[in-house]
Protein backbone atom coordinates (compact mmCIF):
# COMPACT_ATOMS: atom_id res chain seq x y z
CA UNK A 1 0.00 0.00 0.00
CA UNK A 2 1.30 3.53 -0.89
CA UNK A 3 1.64 5.52 1.83
CA UNK A 4 3.42 8.69 3.35
CA UNK A 5 2.56 7.96 7.11
CA UNK A 6 5.63 7.43 8.62
CA UNK A 7 3.45 5.03 11.55
CA UNK A 8 1.58 2.35 9.30
CA UNK A 9 -1.63 2.54 11.44
CA UNK A 10 -1.93 6.82 11.07
CA UNK A 11 -2.86 5.23 7.53
CA UNK A 12 -6.52 4.68 7.22
CA UNK A 13 -6.27 2.57 4.48
CA UNK A 14 -3.83 0.45 6.28
CA UNK A 15 -5.96 0.90 9.35
CA UNK A 16 -8.58 -0.87 8.01
CA UNK A 17 -6.46 -3.26 6.22
CA UNK A 18 -5.28 -4.88 9.13
CA UNK A 19 -9.43 -4.33 11.00
CA UNK A 20 -10.59 -6.35 8.38
CA UNK A 21 -8.52 -9.53 8.74
CA UNK A 22 -9.92 -9.83 12.10
CA UNK A 23 -6.65 -10.70 13.59
CA UNK A 24 -5.66 -9.79 17.06
CA UNK A 25 -1.94 -11.00 16.78
CA UNK A 26 -0.14 -8.42 14.64
CA UNK A 27 3.30 -9.10 13.65
CA UNK A 28 5.65 -6.45 12.06
CA UNK A 29 9.30 -5.75 11.13
CA UNK A 30 10.76 -2.47 9.28
CA UNK A 31 13.24 -0.96 7.28
CA UNK A 32 14.16 0.92 10.95
CA UNK A 33 13.47 -1.57 13.72
CA UNK A 34 12.92 2.13 16.26
CA UNK A 35 10.73 3.38 13.99
CA UNK A 36 8.88 1.59 11.22
CA UNK A 37 8.50 -1.66 13.24
CA UNK A 38 7.70 0.02 16.69
CA UNK A 39 5.85 2.70 15.90
CA UNK A 40 2.62 0.70 14.44
CA UNK A 41 3.20 -2.57 17.09
CA UNK A 42 2.75 0.53 19.60
CA UNK A 43 -0.33 1.72 18.01
CA UNK A 44 -1.48 -1.92 17.87
CA UNK A 45 -1.19 -2.51 21.36
CA UNK A 46 -2.64 0.71 21.83
CA UNK A 47 -5.88 -0.62 19.84
CA UNK A 48 -6.34 -3.71 22.07
CA UNK A 49 -3.81 -6.42 19.70
CA UNK A 50 -1.00 -8.50 20.63
CA UNK A 51 1.49 -6.71 18.96
CA UNK A 52 5.03 -9.09 17.69
CA UNK A 53 7.90 -7.31 16.50
CA UNK A 54 10.72 -9.70 14.39
CA UNK A 55 13.55 -8.02 15.60
CA UNK A 56 15.95 -9.57 12.91
CA UNK A 57 13.60 -9.02 10.06
CA UNK A 58 13.78 -5.36 10.82
CA UNK A 59 16.78 -2.69 9.82
CA UNK A 60 17.88 0.18 12.04
CA UNK A 61 20.74 3.01 11.31
CA UNK A 62 22.60 2.39 14.24
CA UNK A 63 23.30 0.38 17.87
CA UNK A 64 21.89 3.03 20.03
CA UNK A 65 18.95 3.59 17.67
CA UNK A 66 18.23 -0.42 17.92
CA UNK A 67 18.66 -0.36 21.88
CA UNK A 68 16.24 2.72 22.33
CA UNK A 69 13.37 1.00 20.27
CA UNK A 70 13.47 -2.19 21.89
CA UNK A 71 13.15 -0.34 24.87
CA UNK A 72 10.54 1.46 23.93
CA UNK A 73 8.63 -1.37 22.80
CA UNK A 74 8.80 -3.69 25.12
CA UNK A 75 8.18 -1.07 27.80
CA UNK A 76 4.90 -0.61 25.89
CA UNK A 77 4.25 -4.56 25.81
CA UNK A 78 5.36 -5.42 22.37
CA UNK A 79 6.74 -9.11 22.61
CA UNK A 80 9.79 -9.00 20.41
CA UNK A 81 11.13 -12.02 19.34
CA UNK A 82 13.30 -13.10 15.88
CA UNK A 83 11.16 -13.80 12.82
CA UNK A 84 11.76 -17.79 12.80
CA UNK A 85 10.62 -18.49 16.11
CA UNK A 86 7.53 -16.53 15.78
CA UNK A 87 6.83 -18.38 12.76
CA UNK A 88 7.51 -21.86 14.84
CA UNK A 89 5.29 -20.68 17.24
CA UNK A 90 2.75 -19.70 14.87
CA UNK A 91 2.96 -23.34 13.45
CA UNK A 92 2.53 -24.56 16.87
CA UNK A 93 2.60 -28.84 15.43
CA UNK A 94 5.16 -29.74 13.36
CA UNK A 95 2.79 -32.78 12.39
CA UNK A 96 0.93 -30.01 10.61
CA UNK A 97 1.02 -30.85 6.77
CA UNK A 98 2.44 -27.48 5.72
CA UNK A 99 5.54 -28.18 9.18
CA UNK A 100 7.98 -29.19 6.06
CA UNK A 101 6.84 -26.01 3.66
CA UNK A 102 7.43 -23.56 7.11
CA UNK A 103 11.07 -25.36 7.84
CA UNK A 104 12.13 -25.26 4.20
CA UNK A 105 11.09 -21.65 3.47
CA UNK A 106 12.83 -20.81 7.38
CA UNK A 107 16.09 -21.96 5.84
CA UNK A 108 17.26 -23.68 9.31
CA UNK A 109 20.21 -26.11 9.72
CA UNK A 110 17.62 -28.52 12.02
CA UNK A 111 14.78 -27.67 9.76
CA UNK A 112 16.09 -31.23 8.03
CA UNK A 113 16.63 -32.96 11.05
CA UNK A 114 12.63 -31.78 12.52
CA UNK A 115 11.30 -33.44 8.94
CA UNK A 116 13.69 -36.64 9.35
CA UNK A 117 12.11 -36.88 12.76
CA UNK A 118 8.84 -36.21 11.59
CA UNK A 119 9.00 -38.74 8.17
CA UNK A 120 11.05 -41.44 10.79
CA UNK A 121 7.42 -41.73 12.95
CA UNK A 122 5.32 -41.40 9.84
CA UNK A 123 3.76 -38.07 10.02
Do not use: H
Amino acid sequence: MDRSSVNAFDDPTVARAIEATGRKKLIFAGISLEVCAAFPAISAIGKGYDAYVAVDASGTFNQTKREAGLLRMLQAGVVVSDYATLMVEILKDNARPEAGAVYGALDLPWAKLVGQIALANGK
